[in-house]
T-cell receptor, first 113, second 110 residues
Framework: NAGVTQTPKFQVLKTGQSMTLQCAQDMNHNSMYWYRQDPGMGLRLIYYSASEGTTDKGEVPNGYNVSRLNKREFSLRLESAAPSQTSVYFC????????????FGQGTRLTVV | EDKVVQSPLSLVVHEGDTVTLNCSYEVTNFRSLLWYKQEKKAPTFLFMLTSSGIEKKSGRLSSILDKKELFSILNITATQTGDSAVYLCGISGSARQLTFGSGTQLTVLP
């Protein structure tokens, strides 16, 4: 019962470094999402992908890029990390075209120093 | 742009109290409203609401949607310390985004 798997769980970066957060789901979902969560801010949508081959910006896309590699995988890349990107990142997935809930990964705690 | 506003932002109650959490929204072509509970880790699903006036219940938790007034409430009766969490409300519309509010931090004291 893997569901949504995110890697890594924790990461510390220096300012200016790059990294990619990986997300994979095994539920055959079409839609996938990347959120960041800061204290008192709820979940803010960074990017989403309604289907394989499409990606769209969410509320806070600046400083991030995404790749929908295939139906299972949706990665989030920080090209030049900044301290303002210190946050907890969640990946989620859901079915498209049906009203079902979204399933979340366990999160990645990223610290940029 | 879809928008979700939750209130209150935080709430402290004692065990046994009843609480009502509020969620108002703006969305293009409403599809569904979802409630989640988050305890330090990933959000866990509570309810999905698609129709007005139909109450969803699970134990001591219940929720209802008003599509005319664009809001939903989540009720928790006879609260327990295990109900302490952040409760998140999310909205899905035709853009197929899933947009969340800031959450309500509920603290239940023994």
């Amino acid at each position: 019962n893997a569901g949504v798997t995110q890697t890594p769980k924790f990461q510390v970066l220096k300012t200016g470094q790059s990294m990619t957060l990986q997300c994979a789901q095994d539920m055959n979902h079409n839609s996938m999402y990347w959120y960041r969560q800061d204290p008192g801010m709820g979940l803010r949508l960074i990017y989403y992908s309604a289907s394989e081959g499409t990606t769209d910006k969410g509320e806070v896309p600046n400083g991030y890029n995404v790749s929908r590699l295939n139906k299972r995988e949706f990665s989030l890349r920080l090209e030049s990390a900044a301290p303002s990107q210190t946050s907890v990142y969640f990946c989620a997935s859901s079915k498209t075209g049906q009203n079902t809930e979204a399933f979340f990964g366990q999160g990645t705690r990223l610290t940029v120093v | 742009e879809d928008k979700v506003v939750q209130s209150p932002l935080s709430l402290v109650v004692h065990e046994g109290d009843t609480v009502t959490l509020n969620c108002s929204y703006e969305v293009t072509n409403f599809r569904s409203l979802l409630w989640y509970k988050q305890e330090k880790k990933a959000p866990t699903f509570l309810f999905m609401l698609t129709s007005s006036g139909i109450e969803k219940k699970s134990g001591r938790l219940s929720s209802i949607l008003d599509k005319k007034e664009l809001f939903s409430i989540l009720n928790i009766t006879a609260t327990q310390t295990g109900d302490s969490a952040v409760y998140l409300c999310g909205i899905s519309g035709s853009a197929r985004q899933l947009t969340f509010g800031s959450g309500t931090q509920l603290t239940v004291l023994p």
